[in-house]
């Protein structure tokens, strides 16, 4: 049976206007978290991501809820007596008090989750392009270059706030629900913002990486080598080279995640001296790392994408 | 904000003087083409730069010397996209994605708006015949499936230019048919096609306009009877089958243009070389109405694309 609206799909001239080639950014955002979200295999590492943002989320009730509530009553373990303050001793490292340190913890934590994933994902999203010669595809539409980057940029770091600002952000809210809310959310409006900043420069700094080590090395297994040597052999030098050979703090330097995490608590205006931050590099130099890292990441895709034809 | 494309009547497609250069490698050697609406073969031989030209001319690069326009307008302006549509050689997807989803992805890039994705996704699938095939993923596709599919992406925004590289290969004979159809019929509409094709018998049933690419340079622009005639050196061969032959033969030799001619073997045919078709057609059409032959067949062997190509380039002509 024919259906009456047939005819009007049948090919014919186009008559109407086109959007501007930002929408197209979008349109290539929204496709790469498709097919972030399609992966099986990521839901594993999404359900671990779901697990540390529950973990803090019911932890920091707890705590809050005895500090507040029954810090000077105790509990029988066994037959020793214990006061329940005692029993969230372990969980003081985390600091879960909706202090700018909790949010920075989450974050540090939530982000290996987003290292992964990305370190498996960067293939699928752009190195593929690359390697199997896609780029044409997407060029050949009235985009131009940097808004393919940007389209890329834009969809790898909406999953990076997804996983790391969104959460934070519910925690905060959390938080201030535990505490007196209005001066809570009133005192501690910087930290809000710390937040945010903290999830800019993750998407930021994340993203260029991401797409730059796509370019360059293209396949999944190079991909995770890279990054595991950015992010495990980076901080593994780094440690023994400060705690082990005694060097400067600044070798810490050269683990990037610890210059993130830096820099994150230098916007959540977190004490530095309340979390065994004093053997590390001041937030300012970590910051010139980072700088200079994101240069030469758009200098390479500049480089890369231009040489286009080289590669197809 | 919205882009329209200005309407222009700049030539369609211009090279100019273009040369590229792959780092010590001479692609392109100041090759200068002008190309408005209907259909163009592009031929020649593997690394005679045919890939090069089509990329100029998509503004995926830019010509290390000379200038590429479409419309007017440099081709590597991003806005110049919306008069070309570019169908590629290889068919490199998303394999996770259904053909419909990836057409549909083509749209947005190309600015549809979301209430006409839909729609024009589903007439372009439409116009190729994969309706009913779009939702299966890209990587069960077959060859031909592929080809149906990147030519219904190049076809979204309704171009004025296609240009389309091997758009038949791994089509079979009645899929062929309907994308011969479907070229003629946007020729028709005024659309200019640059087809680039190994497929020559192909290319031939499609157009007679040809540019001839060997070596970086343009060998040849025009259509094959053209090229033809201007192959001076090689002189053209026509088979005439008639009852009499050796009455033909014997005013041959008086037609301007004729150098040679041979019995066939079997005997009820000449075989006849000559120089400059235009002259010899005429000349021989005045000797047989003159002399009252009859011809019962006449056919030339070697201005097939194939043969021309072999004269222009060398060996037999394959590409």
């Known amino acids: ?312 | 904000m919205s882009t329209a494309v200005p309407p222009s009547t700049a030539p369609l497609l211009l090279l100019e003087q273009v040369s590229k250069w792959y780092g010590p490698v001479l692609s392109l050697n100041q090759v200068t083409l002008e190309l408005n609406a209907g259909i163009t073969g592009l031929v020649g031989p593997n690394g005679s730069g045919k890939s090069t030209l089509i990329k100029l001319a998509t503004g995926l690069i830019a010509p290390s010397l000379g200038r590429v326009t479409v419309r007017g307008r440099d081709a590597s302006d991003w806005r110049t996209r919306h008069s070309i549509g570019y169908c590629p050689d290889h068919d490199a997807f998303y394999e996770d994605m259904s053909g419909r989803e990836f057409v549909r992805a083509m749209a947005k890039l190309n600015g549809f708006a979301p209430r006409d994705v839909t729609d024009r996704s589903e007439a372009v699938l439409d116009r190729v015949g994969m309706v009913e095939r779009a939702d299966r993923k890209l990587r069960g596709y077959s060859k031909g499936m592929r080809q149906r599919i990147k030519l219904a992406q190049a076809l979204l925004h309704d171009p004025e230019l296609l240009i389309l590289d091997e758009p038949l290969s791994g089509i079979d004979p009645l899929g062929r048919q309907e994308m011969l159809e479907l070229f003629h019929e946007l020729a028709g509409q005024g659309k200019c096609l640059l087809i680039s094709s190994h497929e020559l018998e192909e290319l031939e049933k499609l157009t007679s306009h040809v540019a001839i690419l060997s070596r970086g340079r343009i060998a040849a622009v025009g259509t094959l009877q053209q090229i033809r005639g201007l192959l001076d050196d090689y002189p053209m061969t026509v088979r005439v089958a008639l009852d009499d032959p050796k009455e033909l033969a014997k005013h041959l030799l008086g037609i301007d243009g004729v150098i040679g001619f041979d019995f066939d073997d079997t005997g009820r045919g000449l075989i006849i070389r000559a120089r400059s078709p235009e002259r010899f057609f005429a000349g021989f059409q005045t000797l047989i109405l003159d002399k009252g032959i009859e011809v019962r067949e006449m056919e030339p062997l070697d201005d097939s694309a194939h043969a021309i190509l072999g004269y222009l380039l060398g060996g037999s002509g394959k590409t």
Not at chain 1, 134 to 141: E, I, Q, W
């Open chain 1, 1 to 312: 049976m024919t259906n009456p609206t047939d005819p009007l799909l049948r090919y014919r001239p186009w008559k109407g206007e086109l959007n501007p080639p930002v929408y197209a950014s979008l349109a290539m955002a929204r496709s790469s978290l498709r097919l972030l979200f399609r992966r099986k295999v990521f839901w594993a590492l999404y359900a671990l991501a779901l697990m540390i943002f529950f973990f803090f989320f019911y932890a920091q009730y707890l705590v809050v809820w005895i500090q507040q509530q029954a810090a000077s009553q105790t509990v029988s373990v066994g037959a020793v007596p214990v006061r329940l303050s005692e029993l969230t001793k372990f969980l003081d490292k985390l600091n879960l008090n909706g202090s700018p340190h909790t949010f920075g913890n989450f974050i540090w934590f939530e982000g290996h989750i987003v290292m992964i994933v990305l370190a498996f994902a960067g293939a699928v999203l752009v190195g593929n392009d690359f390697h199997h010669g896609s780029l044409p595809f997407y060029l050949s539409k009235p985009i131009g270059r940097r808004h393919y980057v940007l389209g890329k940029l834009l969809g790898i770091g909406a999953f990076i706030n997804l996983m790391t600002t969104i959460p934070a952000l519910a925690l905060f809210l959390q938080a201030g629900l535990l505490y007196e809310w209005k001066s809570y959310y009133v005192d501690n409006f910087p930290v809000l913002l710390g937040i945010l900043a903290y999830g800019l420069l993750l998407t930021v700094v994340l993203s260029l990486l991401m797409v730059a080590t796509s370019v360059w090395v293209r396949r999944t297994v190079p991909l995770i080598m890279i990054w595991s040597g950015v992010f495990i052999l980076g901080r593994t030098v780094a440690n023994f080279l400060v705690e082990v050979q005694n060097f400067s703090p600044l070798w810490r330097l050269v683990d990037l995640w610890n210059d993130l995490y830096l820099i994150g608590l230098w916007f959540l205006q977190a004490d530095f001296g309340s979390n065994n931050l004093g053997s590390n590099p001041e937030p300012w130099q970590a910051a010139i790392v980072v700088t200079v890292l994101c240069l030469a990441c758009l200098l390479y895709l500049r480089k890369r994408i231009q040489a286009v034809e080289i590669v197809s």
